[in-house]
């Protein structure tokens, strides 16, 4: 164990020295490029995730750039984003010359007045991981961390130990340094991924995890990095089917196709983080029926709702990989409708844990 540990801590400083050398050479080029009065010239490329394309022959999942974007000195705010994504790069030089780690807000804080607002350093982030063609972690900027998980599970992240298995529904937040885990161990026969943490801690409550061998991970509304990257490795690892249970209205749905298929924001890095195993739990738009959702909890799609499910119904990975997800969009929009998780709780306290769930995964009520 100790000497696989010394080798991904090799491979890591492998990883840093790549990154200082490309970065070396990029302050090298732009030198000699103002030295001799050219306007420096940085082309990004740029990634989507999706598109409305009806042709089944669209490249747009397979993480290949469509197109390139110039940084230069031409416009003000070109100019600008340039020298942002300078001073973010010259902040990773020092990180990873030192080992240390910094978020995203840390970074901001540094310079605040030249970097105006948050966006722009993510942007900057952004630039720099598909410039260097690597993932965030390998800059050493880490996310804050806003997942939480239990279950039957028992791992490492460096030096600090996470014991799961041994009181299964006690919660644990997720690691922030995936990259870090290693000796995982688990009895458990599935994960459960559950959009919102008071539906978590509902089924914490309820002993969810002493009843049914599993894993659950909440990553409280829209995942972030280290959520999705610790699912995914979990998937990689322990390869147990994977199940997602969300709100059934645009914004859950769209939290669901983001575990799967990965967000816009950083398409570029997909590969690393989407889990295409997961698969759809609930709740459905035909649930309502299904399961005698009350009339009082059942709430009309507002005209922001409608304009989010017509835009997501062009997505075109929904026709060609998930046609039923679709065809459940699609009947959203056409009952008008939408329901929270908690509303199918309206039959007792305890009814996701005792019925709901179980009896979804049981009769492979799953999408």
């Known amino acids: 164990m100790e000497g696989k540990r010394r080798r991904l801590q090799m491979e890591s400083q492998a990883e840093s020295v790549i990154l200082l050398t ?61 020298v942002v994504m ?32 948050q966006s722009m350093v993510d942007q900057a982030i952004n630039d720099i991981c598909i410039f260097m063609q690597c993932s965030r ?50 009895v458990a026969q599935y994960i459960l991924v559950v959009e919102k943490e008071s539906v978590f801690q509902r089924l914490a409550n309820d002993q969810f995890c ?41 914004y859950g749905f769209d939290i669901l196709t983001t575990y799967r298929f990965g967000s816009m924001q950083m398409a570029y890095d997909t590969k690393h983080l989407r889990v295409p195993e997961i698969r759809w739990l609930g709740a459905f738009p035909s649930d309502s029926e299904r399961y005698f959702v009350p009339k009082q909890c059942i ?28 065809l459940e969009l699609k009947l959203m929009l056409q009952k008008g409708v939408k329901f929270e998780i908690e509303a199918l709780s309206a039959h007792a306290l305890s009814y996701l844990s005792d019925s709901y769930i179980p009896s979804k995964i049981e009769r492979k009520l799953i999408m």
Not at 233 to 248: I, Q, T
Not at 300 to 326: F, G, H, I, S
């Open 22 to 82: 490309k970065i070396k050479e990029f302050t090298r080029v732009l030198l000699t490029d103002l030295t001799n009065g050219r306007s420096p010239l940085i082309l990004i490329d740029r990634f989507r995730s999706y598109c409305a394309v009806p042709n089944a022959n669209c490249f747009c999942a397979s993480d290949l750039p469509y197109g390139k974007e110039a940084l230069t000195l031409s416009t003000k705010s070109r100019a600008h984003r340039l």
């Open 86 to 117: 300078l001073r973010v790069m010259l902040i990773v030089q020092k990180l990873l010359q030192e080992n240390k780690h910094s978020s995203k807000r840390d970074i901001y804080y540094t310079y605040p007045s030249l970097f105006l607002d």
């Open 137 to 186: 972690h390998n800059l050493n900027v880490v996310s804050a961390g806003n997942g939480l998980t239990m279950g039957w599970i028992r791992f490492s992240e460096g030096e600090r130990k996470f014991d799961c298995i041994s009181s299964p529904n006690s919660v644990h937040p997720v690691p922030v340094h995936v990259e870090e885990v290693k000796d995982i161990i688990s």
């Open 210 to 250: 002493n009843a049914n061998h599993c894993i659950v991970i909440t990553g409280r509304g829209y995942p972030d990095i280290p959520t999705r990257r610790f699912l995914r490795l979990l998937v990689e690892k322990l390869r147990l089917p994977v199940y997602c249970l969300v709100d059934c209205d645009p």
């Open 299 to 326: 709430l009309p799609l507002t005209a922001e709702d409608k304009r989010k499910v017509e835009a997501m119904l062009l997505r075109c990975y929904l026709q060609r990989e998930v046609p039923q997800w679709r």
